[in-house]
């Protein structure tokens, strides 16, 4: 989870954003309401009480305050299946409140504007021949006016600005080691330099560890509170979900899956080594972001990288099983979803079959977020840390 930012950063965000905070801080047992609606959309107040361990009676006061607040929303009946008049159902108020999430890759950056109901409002891709500070806060600043510019109900409720960026975290905090196309971001801390780039208040997470917390709110979350989510983009990483929290470990570098291979006998399955090896095959493409663009499950080269990436994600994913147990495994990240469904029947979880009854095996599946899922869950961390039972 996403220790406390540093005392100065915080005292900067507070006194910046005092006169923007519109919000009341929910309780802890609001906070487990909103996320559990937030998971199960056309919930009802029987629902929520059974599911978060409340009362009725505390449940309905609860829900009613909420929705007097503006964070949750009434809608039509929903038959319980028992006896007695169909329960009202509850959703979450999208126009509550908003978030900025925003994914630094090595050779582009993408940004999202989030409404509290985790819906996409406003989507930019910006690839960038370089990604130093000024680079990004250049193109950053004209993307966040247009998003406000068209979504006018954002600018007075916009929490903050979450970052998913590739590396390893090196304070537990917001100091990370990103791959040398960043090294602009590198050993700075990156929360402080984006609050004070945009006016508000920032958090930083692992890219796969963002997107795991997509995954967590939106994605398979929703019918699984056990996961490992598997980040495939420029380099291969993942996060572990333990009952719908990020296990982030000591040092905040949790789920650093692809450090499992020993790299001397295993290539990487990565988006990388798959454009190489499709260039290789004679298709000729400028880099990681137009080959997902313009991805083709059928171009040569692919099957290839298939082959030579089947044992390794084979021995990925089996370790993943005999240490954490997870109900399922998704594969995610930059993955081209043809290109998941054509290396998940490849993947094999080792096992002994033992008896009649082997152990059971989580299943792999496809994200089931959408658009961008590193800056998917970079924009679920604001909303979090204000309102929604924490990850952290």
């Not at 599911?51 to 009676?57: A, D, K, M, P, T």
């Not at 949790?254 to 090896?277: A, D, K, M, N």
């Amino acid at each position: 989870m996403l220790p406390a930012r540093s005392g100065s950063a915080m005292v900067r965000a507070m006194t910046v954003h005092a006169h923007e905070d519109h919000f009341q801080k929910p309780s802890e047992s609001e906070a487990n309401i909103l996320s559990y609606v937030l998971r199960n959309r056309g919930t009802t107040q029987p629902e929520i009480a059974r599911n978060c361990e409340l009362s009725q009676q505390t449940v309905s006061r609860l829900v009613n305050e909420l929705v007097d607040r503006g964070a949750l929303a009434q809608g039509g009946r929903k038959a319980s299946g028992r006896r007695g008049q169909p329960s009202v159902t509850i959703n979450i108020a999208p126009e509550y409140a908003y978030s900025l999430g925003i994914a630094l890759m090595t050779d582009a950056m993408s940004v999202l504007l989030m409404d509290f109901a985790g819906n996409v409002v406003d989507y930019d891709y910006v690839a960038m021949p370089v990604m130093t500070r000024k680079a990004v806060f250049d193109r950053l600043g004209g993307v966040k006016q247009r998003f406000l510019d068209r979504t006018p109900s954002a600018r007075e409720r916009l929490t903050g600005v979450g970052i998913g960026i590739s590396g390893y975290c090196l304070d537990g905090k917001s100091r990370y080691n990103p791959p040398r196309a960043l090294d602009d971001w590198a050993m700075v801390p990156i929360d402080e330099v984006f609050s004070d780039a945009l006016s508000l208040p920032a958090w930083v997470e692992n890219d796969a560890n963002a997107a795991a917390i997509g995954e967590s709110f939106l994605g398979a979350g929703r019918d699984h509170a056990n996961f490992v989510y598997v980040f495939m983009a420029a380099g291969l990483g993942g996060g572990v979900v333990s009952n719908h929290r990020l296990m982030r470990g000591t040092h905040g570098n949790g789920g650093e899956i692809g450090l499992i291979l020993p790299w001397r006998l295993f290539q990487l399955p990565t988006l990388e080594t798959l454009l190489q090896s499709i260039r290789k095959a004679g298709v000729d493409l400028d880099g990681i972001s137009k080959m997902v663009s313009d991805f083709d499950p059928d171009w040569p080269g692919v099957d290839e990288w298939i082959e030579k990436s089947r044992d390794p994600l084979s021995l990925i994913a089996s370790a993943i099983a005999a240490l954490l147990d997870p109900e399922v495994i998704v594969l995610g990240g930059r993955l081209p979803k043809t290109l998941a469904q054509k290396i998940i029947p490849a993947i094999e979880l080792f096992d002994d079959a033992r008896r009649q009854e082997p152990r059971p095996l989580p299943k792999i599946i496809i994200s089931q977020t959408h658009v961008d899922a590193c800056a998917i869950g970079a924009a679920i961390i604001p909303l979090e840390q204000k309102f929604f039972a924490t990850m952290l």
